[in-house]
């Protein structure tokens, strides 16, 4: 049937309306096509707001050239093009097309509100191409399903409506609508493995096999079926392995079959928001951190995250950054007190009457934020002695790497409150006595 207007609009009326379509236009013939096409179906588009997003990457040496022309195609197609201007050059040792998508997206996402959809032009054969791509890095089910139609973005959400048609059929609707389109000599770079792909693999695949755009797009669509049950399942089981506490059961995790334990690993450290770690990392962290004895401290690391364990439990995290323990810092205890990042978080004093820190003694002063070095104690209001920070964070199950992290905060030189922990005795508010309390929020 080929592509048209009118198939454009049975597309989109599959997905979640949207007060405003904002088209990543980078003038190269997908982008052309989806642009051109919907401004012809703008009266069957009623109430959606139609605009151009154009990232100049800075790459090639007529990328100014090309932002003009898409302003100028923009005008003549009666819709509003922003120009974004990004820093894509890659960081050593960092993918030149990774470093590229990720400057663009970065900077698409800000552009987004809620209630709008930001259009892309990827198609069938570019579909293809990623599972292709990601079969061969040994991808899993989350990988091999490739590109979605739909998914949360900035604030609203990326669509996807050119996924069901062909490059070709692209190509037949521009010439025949004789529209022109920007040809980034990148595109034609075999170094690139998603070109070698296109240009020289995914021909003689083609040759054999006719239909292997609808056949790997229909492959990615299972495997997206197979990635939603194991998150699902991985819900399921992170409830019950965390028991609403920080960090996982190490006997919970143990009590699941293997590739439940990977499933479940997988699937927590993306709702952490970490990078997943490759095959070798998370079989380290099944045979070192998880089988490692209650008093050990196993570490494993990856570019972006680290997993650690401490008694019964794993944790994991963005790598700790180094964290001078001898630094302080002075403080007036009115306004909030912003902490350094390897600390991380806010200081905010709060007044209070009948608990928290005597107001008088706190208003006194001096006051100086500071961090444990090993030997401090404290006289908390609801114990009947002293006792070391040492013993007091053993008791409460605080990791380690957390305990020379933690705020003290110092009136004169005594010690008078520990965040999260609690306040001295000899600084504690009087029933009815006007009194400050400190939270620390992350």
């Known amino acids: 049937m080929g592509f048209s207007a009118d198939r454009l609009v049975?597309?989109?009326?599959?997905?979640?309306?949207?007060?405003?379509?904002?088209v990543a236009y980078s003038g190269?013939?997908?982008?052309?096509?989806?642009?051109?096409?919907?401004?012809?179906?703008?009266?069957?588009?009623?109430?959606?707001?139609?605009?151009?997003?154009?990232?100049?990457?800075?790459?090639?040496?007529?990328?100014?050239?090309?932002?003009?022309?898409?302003?100028?195609?923009?005008?003549?197609?009666?819709?509003?093009?922003?120009?974004?201007?990004?820093?894509?050059?890659?960081?050593?040792?960092e993918s030149p097309e990774a470093a590229a998508r990720e400057a663009r997206?970065?900077?698409?996402?800000?552009?987004?509100?809620?209630?709008?959809?930001?259009?892309?032009?990827?198609?069938?054969d570019d579909q293809a191409e990623t599972v292709l791509l990601q079969l061969l890095r040994?991808?899993?089910?989350?990988?091999?399903?490739?590109?979605?139609?739909?998914?949360?973005?900035?604030?609203?959400?990326?669509?996807?409506?050119?996924?069901?048609?062909?490059?070709?059929?692209?190509?037949?609707?521009?010439?025949?609508?004789?529209?022109?389109?920007?040809?980034?000599?990148?595109?034609?770079?075999?170094?690139?493995?998603?070109n070698y792909l296109r240009h020289q693999v995914l021909p003689l695949l083609?040759?054999?096999?006719?239909?292997?755009?609808?056949?790997?797009s229909r492959a990615a669509r299972h495997q997206a079926d197979a990635a939603w049950i194991l998150d699902y399942q991985g819900q399921q089981e992170l409830m019950a392995v965390s028991g609403g506490e920080p960090g996982l059961s190490v006997q919970a995790l143990q009590a699941l079959a293997p590739p439940q334990r990977r499933n479940l690993l997988r699937y927590w450290f993306k709702q952490q928001g970490l990078p997943l770690p490759d095959s070798a990392h998370l079989q380290?962290?099944?045979?070192?951190?998880?089988?490692?004895?209650?008093?050990?401290?196993?570490?494993?690391?990856?570019?972006?995250?680290?997993v650690r364990r401490y008694r019964n439990r794993v944790y994991v995290q963005k790598p700790l950054s180094p964290h001078e323990v001898t630094m302080a810092f002075a403080w007036k205890g009115v306004e909030p007190l912003i902490l350094p990042p390897e600390v991380g978080g806010v200081l905010v004093p709060k007044m209070t009457r009948g608990f928290g820190l005597d107001a008088d003694q706190w208003?006194?002063?001096?006051?100086?934020?500071?961090?444990?070095?090993?030997?401090?104690?404290?006289?908390?209001?609801?114990?009947?002695?002293s006792c070391t920070l040492k013993k007091i964070?053993?008791?409460?199950?605080?990791?380690?790497?957390?305990?020379?992290?933690?705020?003290?905060?110092?009136?004169?030189?005594?010690?008078?409150?520990?965040?999260?922990?609690?306040?001295?005795?000899?600084?504690?508010?009087?029933?009815?006595?006007?009194?400050?309390?400190?939270?620390w929020i992350p």
């Open 10 to 22: 049975k597309v989109l009326q599959q997905f979640l309306p949207c007060h405003s379509y904002r």
């Open 28 to 93: 190269g013939l997908d982008s052309q096509v989806l642009l051109y096409s919907l401004v012809q179906i703008r009266s069957q588009l009623p109430g959606i707001a139609l605009s151009a997003l154009h990232v100049d990457h800075g790459l090639n040496l007529r990328s100014g050239q090309w932002s003009q022309h898409c302003r100028e195609t923009c005008a003549g197609l009666g819709v509003r093009c922003e120009v974004i201007k990004v820093n894509a050059y890659p960081a050593k040792g």
């Open 105 to 124: 997206y970065a900077a698409l996402r800000d552009w987004v509100k809620e209630g709008e959809c930001l259009l892309t032009g990827q198609h069938q």
């Open 138 to 194: 040994g991808g899993g089910p989350h990988g091999l399903a490739a590109m979605a139609g739909v998914m949360p973005f900035g604030q609203g959400s990326l669509l996807r409506p050119l996924l069901p048609f062909s490059r070709a059929e692209l190509k037949a609707y521009a010439e025949q609508e004789g529209l022109a389109w920007i040809e980034d000599p990148s595109n034609f770079d075999v170094g690139f493995d998603r």
């Open 206 to 216: 083609r040759q054999r096999w006719p239909g292997l755009g609808r056949t790997l």
């Open 284 to 306: 380290r962290i099944l045979e070192e951190v998880l089988p490692a004895s209650e008093d050990a401290q196993p570490l494993v690391t990856w570019p972006g995250a680290e």
């Open 363 to 385: 208003q006194r002063g001096p006051i100086t934020v500071r961090f444990r070095q090993g030997g401090e104690r404290i006289h908390l209001t609801d114990r009947s002695s």
């Open 393 to 439: 964070f053993q008791e409460r199950g605080i990791p380690p790497w957390q305990r020379a992290r933690i705020p003290m905060i110092y009136v004169g030189e005594k010690l008078a409150l520990v965040a999260g922990i609690g306040v001295a005795r000899d600084f504690a508010a009087e029933p009815g006595r006007e009194g400050v309390i400190i939270e």
